[in-house]
């Protein structure tokens, strides 16, 4: 198996990338989006906004904290979610500067929802 090579990409191409995984799953932007409405929010209170078991909740959150884009405080026996405003303002800087390289316009239009 070969090896990946990623010291040779800059730190924002790796973190971007980083994050981009995290991400790829609509369930995972999910769970953001409700933390996002609910701080502090647990597990089985998400679980209640989303389509899955208990154990894929959970699975997706180990995923997210590892790329610090969610945090876990301890409150007794629960664990209560947060966004990491520090790494989402990381995240939207470095992603912004990529937008802007890459020579895309800034559009404020709004594009139609798709379900």
Not at 11 to 35: E, M, N, W
Not at 105 to 114: K, L, R, V
């Given at each position: 198996?070969?090896?990946?090579?990623?010291?040779?990409?800059?730190?924002?191409?790796?973190?971007?990338?980083?994050?981009?995984?995290?991400?790829?799953?609509?369930?995972?932007?999910?769970?953001?989006?409700?933390?996002?409405r609910?701080?502090?929010?647990?597990?089985?209170?998400?679980v209640e906004?989303?389509?899955?078991?208990?154990?894929?909740?959970?699975?997706?959150?180990?995923?997210?904290?590892?790329?610090?884009?969610?945090?876990?405080?301890?409150?007794?026996?629960?664990?209560?979610y947060?966004?990491?405003?520090?790494?989402?303002?990381?995240?939207?800087?470095?992603?912004?500067?990529?937008?802007?390289?890459?020579?895309i316009?800034?559009?404020?239009?709004?594009?139609?929802?798709?379900h």
């Open positions: 198996m070969a090896q990946k090579k990623t010291e040779e990409f800059s730190y924002p191409d790796q973190f971007i990338s980083d994050v981009s995984i995290a991400l790829s799953h609509p369930g995972r932007i999910s769970i953001i989006r409700i933390i996002a609910k701080p502090g929010i647990t597990t089985g209170e998400l906004f989303l389509p899955f078991a208990q154990s894929t909740v959970s699975h997706h959150l180990k995923e997210l904290i590892k790329t610090e884009l969610i945090s876990v405080s301890i409150d007794g026996k629960r664990s209560l947060t966004l990491n405003e520090n790494m989402w303002s990381r995240f939207a800087r470095h992603y912004g500067r990529l937008v802007k390289e890459l020579g316009p800034d559009s404020h239009e709004a594009e139609p929802e798709q």
